[in-house]
């Protein structure tokens, strides 16, 4: 079992920035991907970027350029570096992490809300 806390959402205006974070506990030795999801109101949840234990990275177009995503894999943590942000970023950001064992866990969600 796996256990997500995030932290980091809130407003901002268009152009600023936000960083947010995720913690993992409970089992976090067995994680292989972490990434971070959003869903904006009527929307289907899509991804945003997600990182490989390995390091390796993927972004979503939209994204891509403005956004960064880290870890710190002694923390058991992910990061997500959110530059330039636009209106339409606005939106429910969930964390998820995916174990060795093919297992999905989902952070509560924590909202960005982008003004213009």
């Known amino acids: 079992q796996v256990q997500l806390v995030e932290s980091g959402g809130g407003l901002v205006q268009a152009g600023g920035s936000l960083r947010l974070s995720c913690a993992a506990s409970?089992?976090?030795?067995?994680?292989?991907?972490m990434g971070w999801y959003r869903q904006a109101p009527e929307k289907e949840r899509e991804l945003v970027a997600v990182?490989?234990?390995?390091?390796?990275?993927n972004y979503a177009d939209s994204v891509t350029g403005r956004f960064t995503i880290s870890r710190d894999s002694a923390k058991n943590t992910v990061y997500l570096e959110m530059n330039s942000l636009k209106p339409e970023d606005t939106a429910v950001y969930y964390c998820n992490v995916r174990t060795v064992y093919m297992l999905s866990y989902w952070g509560q969600g924590t909202q960005v809300t982008v003004s213009s």
């Open positions: 409970g089992s976090p030795w067995n994680i292989n991907d």
């Open positions: 990182i490989k234990r390995a390091g390796s990275t």
